[in-house]
């Protein structure tokens, strides 16, 4: 097999970043198959990832978050624990696509992929949160399975077509940031009404209109 070029390099270890931070074992187990049947190149610092032990694991942690994830409350949960996992793991996997003679890529490529599954599992995380205030489960299902294909539409579209993926993940992230953003307004508001509920104080009154005046 041909070695990946640069522009393959750099969209897969975006796609490392980003994805890391929505799914990170699925990530590694799908690296690690590509490398261990041969389905591409994996540069020196993925190779681990081939290893039949971390194929093993990280299939297993797949099997238990496939689940995990489509529980509501549960996936909310799962979020916050990996909170303190998925973003270093992402900053570290994309920095090991360059070699040790790419020092100066893959500290860029460590501080890009720590940033881009910073704001991928912060959008994940706030927007399962919102989700979870409605008692029916099929939203929560529906969001965890996109989450599930995006996962593995990027990494794809990333050393097939890195380009696209370039502006795949430039709209991504748009959109991660329009949805931190609603999601967290959204979650506030909702705590502030539960807060003013169990404290007996009256709800705020709406603002008044224009023509109220």
Known sequence: MDALTL??????????????????????????????????????????????????????????????????????????VHTAIRIPAGAALAASVFSADQAALATVAAIVGGSLAATAHTAKTTARAAINTSPEPFTNIGASLAEDGMTVGGLWLALTHPLLFGIALLLALIVSIWLIRRCWRFLSGLLRKVVRLFSGREPEPAPRSGRDI
């Open 7 to 80: 522009p393959q390099l750099l969209a897969l270890a975006a796609a490392l970043g980003w994805a890391s931070g929505v799914r990170l074992y699925l990530v590694i187990l799908i690296v690690g198959l590509a490398g261990r049947f041969g389905w591409m190149p994996l540069p020196d610092g993925l190779s681990l990832l081939s290893h039949p032990a971390v194929i093993t694991a990280s299939g297993f942690m797949v099997f238990i978050e496939f689940f995990a994830d489509k529980i509501p409350g549960l996936d909310s949960l799962w979020d916050f």
